[in-house]
């Protein structure tokens, strides 16, 4: 089926989240147009649908003839306290803001990421789809917002997922029925480069890297795209970099500066965001109470270098 009125019609009123102006913008539209066709007073001819499909796909328009399966994304870095769960929170949740239907999962066996939204011993998890074959468990945990739980349990599945043939491809298996059903899906790497960690980048169409900007994070930055290569060099060649992005930033510290501009410099081949996450009471606050940035404090700047980074995302 070849994009039409209808389709775009049905997409908007289901998306109204999007700037009809931004859209015709982007798609070098006459100003109006959009507003005019969602009344039916005009139709869009072959030449408008022509422009818009590419940037209506890359909001998440799917049907059937035009699919866009899910792009999965694992975040990753090779230790805590980053701010990786954060991340994972708060890139999920200002991309549901967006109108984007977005599946986070919880790689973690320390289950940080489900215990965010007060998830802390799920009768099912995703232990049960690695190991036992049963469909993946997820809930939907805000408007367009969805978390398949982890706990203490998925420390087991490492043993297991050795021991098993597919054991290195288990979750790529897990979330292809879901790869129509959601627009974005979010890795929550546990903090290791082990089994588990393997998997989401096999899984994953891109990964980002969260870097707090420390002398040890950049010794760890290597051992990290180590295992990038081998990855792609084995079972997942198409595997790109979405982009490093830096956390926990005090700008006012020289050493943060200089470890930022050192990476800007050494790796000008990896896409770095623009945007950084800035230090912020506010996001640790929000932790605290299984709250994310933009319920908690919506006009912090933790909201706002998160926000920033989302646009970043979608429009690459």
């Known amino acids: 089926m070849d994009l039409n009125n209808k389709i775009v019609i049905n997409f908007l009123n289901e998306n109204n989240a999007l700037s009809l102006s931004a859209l015709e913008k982007e798609a070098g539209l006459s100003s109006g147009l959009l507003s005019k066709v969602l009344k039916e007073e005009r139709n869009l001819n072959q030449a408008h ?34 701010g990786k769960t954060t991340s994972t929170v708060n890139l999920g949740k200002a991309l549901s803001m967006q109108g984007f239907k977005v599946l986070m999962v919880d790689l973690d066996p320390q289950g940080n990421l489900s215990q965010c939204y007060g998830i802390e011993e799920p009768q099912e998890q995703l232990y049960d789809a690695l190991i036992h074959n049963r469909e993946l468990p997820f809930e939907e945990v ?53 089994i588990l960690t393997s998997n989401a980048l096999i899984a994953s169409d891109s990964f980002i890297l969260i870097l707090q900007p420390e002398t040890l994070a950049i010794k760890g930055l290597n051992t990290i795209l180590r295992t990038v290569d081998q990855i792609k060099d084995g079972l997942n060649e198409n595997l790109t970099v979405e982009g490093i992005l830096f956390t926990l930033v005090d700008k006012r510290t020289i050493n943060h500066q200089t470890i930022m501009n050192y990476v800007h410099e050494n790796f000008p081949y990896f896409k770095i965001f623009n945007s950084i996450i800035r230090s912020n009471m506010a996001l640790s606050e929000a932790s605290m109470i299984s709250q994310t940035i933009f319920d908690y404090a919506p006009r912090s700047n933790g909201a706002k270098d998160y926000m920033a980074v989302t646009k970043e995302l979608i429009n690459e």
């Open 49 to 82: 649908l022509d422009k818009l499909k590419p940037v209506l796909e890359k909001y998440g328009l799917k049907n059937k003839g035009i699919a866009k399966k899910a792009k999965i994304i694992a975040m990753v870095n090779h230790k805590g306290g980053v």
């Open 142 to 194: 805000a408007e367009n917002l969805f978390l398949s739980p982890s706990d203490v349990d998925l420390s087991q599945a490492d043993l297991e997922l050795h021991q098993r043939p597919d054991g290195y491809i288990r979750l790529k298996k897990v979330l292809l029925p879901q790869q129509e059903e959601f627009d974005y899906i979010l890795l929550d790497c546990p903090p290791s480069l082990g």
